[in-house]
């Protein structure tokens, strides 16, 4: 039992940014303790069980996944800073992923081989392949990892080499959903990051999912020493003379420490320091991008219905991409389709049951006020119009053979992003506004996590580990 | 403690931060970013390593003097010997 009254660091949020900065600070001898209110472990990419079965939030893919021998990259920088060998993550790359418009406007595919989708393109669209190479050649020479680099609208950089508005949505359709929190538009530093993320890079995942990934965090923050305190929230930050003093618990208990480090997002982290007195002269506003995801477990691989060829599939109606808060509370129009079975597992790690997973943007109001009954009644209606306009995207199959093949079904909403991660209106990607130095108004709080602006969770990893890193560790 | 045996202390840490780098034909006087993939965080991770494991402080504008392993044995061998007999 962990009972201690301080600490040299507390840390909100035993997601993959709270669990990284927690390795790094105790392997270097700090005494730290990191506090969730939740019962597990993960954050936006976590787990949770239902009638014996463990299904994955968040995670579709480990991004940024490059093969042993490459390095210099984010994979490679946080094993190597969280002293992680990666057979332990078992990673497997993904079979291969496809951005597909209309359904029958255009199609391209790609793979953990960046070639295939230069050649994809040079197919889909001859006139754009030099366009497409010099905006490539400008994304891998982008520091996009710079503490103070100056925002600029990833679609003017694009546009200044592509010229086809259609490409143009085709390439912001996977990056926009994988990592943007701000609608239409993005920084260039995290169209970059996403980019090298995605294409540049690659995806893999491991045969249990973000278990995996937990686990190994887990083991290594507790053979470092670390403390965590689980259903154990921090209500608001304790502050004196405009300094963080410590934290008082949702159980009213109070723990003193030198540096609080919180995942907790900027308007969440802004409104503990305002619970404790120091409101944020300008405070951030939440994200406005949130999502619905429908899971159905099948009692065959989805190779088994024809789905053999596609990891991910990222998918738009028609010929443009809208990536905002939508009017309804889904935009069924465009969508993420995750199919986990098709992962390059080695023998014997094939997944027992088949899962169909797809993503689409939800409006986080409705999902929110709605009194459960209706709630309930919600979910079923647009489980059926999401996953109905998802498959337009896929190989056809009959109703009745997906009915036939579904032994259960689950789907989450912005409801239950807020319930079990705390993100005011269900922001999965956190607010617009991202806060890269992770400076707060208390000197001795920092933010790490998605509003500090490294995405994905390699990035939310890398995240936990720079600000720990540039914050506590570097200052001796 | 001799400059060979700091050397093999430095490479036994350089060792647990970039298990994945090949450290059988390093050589002494050439610069060490020059020869493997190490960029600023590893360096960061050698400097808080010397630390945590020996009690040797390496202030930031020394930093350089860890360039090489030469360069290391003969910044750090004089820390070492310095340090108090551990008991």
Not at chain 1, 99 to 111: H, W
Not at chain 1, 239 to 267: C, Q
Not at chain 1, 366 to 374: L, T
């Amino acid at each position: 039992m962990n009972t201690r009254s301080h600490y040299d660091v507390v840390i909100i949020g035993a997601g993959m940014a709270g669990l990284a900065a927690g390795i790094r600070l105790a392997h270097f001898g700090r005494e730290v303790c990191i506090f969730e209110r939740h019962n597990a472990v993960g954050g936006l990419n976590g787990f949770y069980s239902r009638d014996g079965r463990r299904y994955d939030v968040g995670l579709h893919a480990l991004t940024n996944y490059v093969p042993p021998g490459v390095k210099g990259t984010p994979l490679t920088k946080l094993l190597r800073q969280l002293r992680i060998d990666r057979d332990e993550l078992a990673l497997r790359g993904q079979v291969g992923s496809r951005i597909a418009f209309g359904p029958g406007v255009a199609d391209l595919r790609f793979t953990n081989d960046f070639q295939m989708l230069e050649a994809e393109v040079a197919r889909a669209f001859p006139a754009q392949i030099d366009g497409f190479r010099a905006l490539v050649a400008a994304v891998r020479a982008h520091d996009e990892v710079s503490l103070a680099a100056a925002p600029a609208s990833a679609r003017e950089v694009v546009r200044r080499h592509l010229s086809d508005p259609l490409l143009e949505d085709m390439l912001f359709c996977p990056v926009m959903f994988y990592g943007s929190p701000t609608e239409r538009d993005m920084d260039f530093s995290q169209f970059v990051i996403l980019f090298k993320a995605l294409f540049l890079e690659g995806f893999a995942r491991p045969a249990e999912g973000v278990r995996r990934i937990l686990r190994v965090l887990l083991a290594k923050y507790r053979e470092a020493g670390g403390e965590r305190r689980m259903k154990c929230g921090v209500r608001r930050i304790v502050l004196r003379d405009g300094r963080a003093a410590g934290v008082e618990l949702d159980d009213g208990a109070l723990i003193t420490a030198d540096h609080v480090l919180s995942s907790a997002g900027a308007p969440e982290t802004e409104a503990l320091l305002s619970a404790g007195g120091l409101p944020t002269p300008r405070p951030t506003a939440p994200g406005r991008l949130s999502f619905v995801e429908t899971i159905s477990v099948l009692d065959r691989p989805p190779a088994a219905l024809g789905w053999a060829g596609d990891t991910i599939v990222f998918f738009s109606e028609g010929r443009r991409f809208d990536y905002v808060c939508p009017a309804a509370p889904v935009d069924v129009r465009s969508g993420v389709i995750c199919l986990p079975n098709n992962f390059a597992y080695e023998p014997g790690e094939a997944l027992a049951e088949g899962w169909f997973r797809v993503t689409s943007l939800a409006r986080p109001e409705d999902w929110a006020a709605w009194p459960e009954p209706e709630y309930r009644a919600r979910k079923q209606e647009w489980f059926g119009a999401v996953q109905a306009s998802a498959r337009r995207f896929l190989p056809p199959v009959p109703d009745a053979d997906l009915a036939a093949a579904t032994v259960a079904t689950d789907m989450f909403t912005p409801r239950t992003i807020t319930r079990f991660t705390g993100h005011q209106r269900g922001a999965v990607y956190g607010s617009g506004v991202k806060h890269r130095r992770g400076l707060t108004a208390a000197p001795n709080v920092y933010l790490c996590g998605t509003d500090q602006g490294f995405l994905g969770i390699v990035g939310a990893m890398l995240s936990g580990i720079s600000m720990a890193n540039h914050h506590i560790l570097q200052r001796g | 403690m001799t400059k060979d045996d700091c050397k093999k202390l430095v490479l036994d840490i350089i060792a647990d931060i970039a298990p994945d780098e090949d450290l059988t034909n390093v050589r002494p006087d050439v610069r060490l970013r020059d020869q493997l993939q190490l960029d600023s965080m590893d360096f960061l991770d050698i400097v808080m390593e010397l630390r945590k494991r020996h009690g040797i402080e390496v202030p930031e504008a020394d930093y350089l003097q860890l360039a090489s392993l030469d360069s290391c044995a003969e910044y750090l061998t004089p820390k070492f010997n310095a340090l108090p007999a551990r008991g």
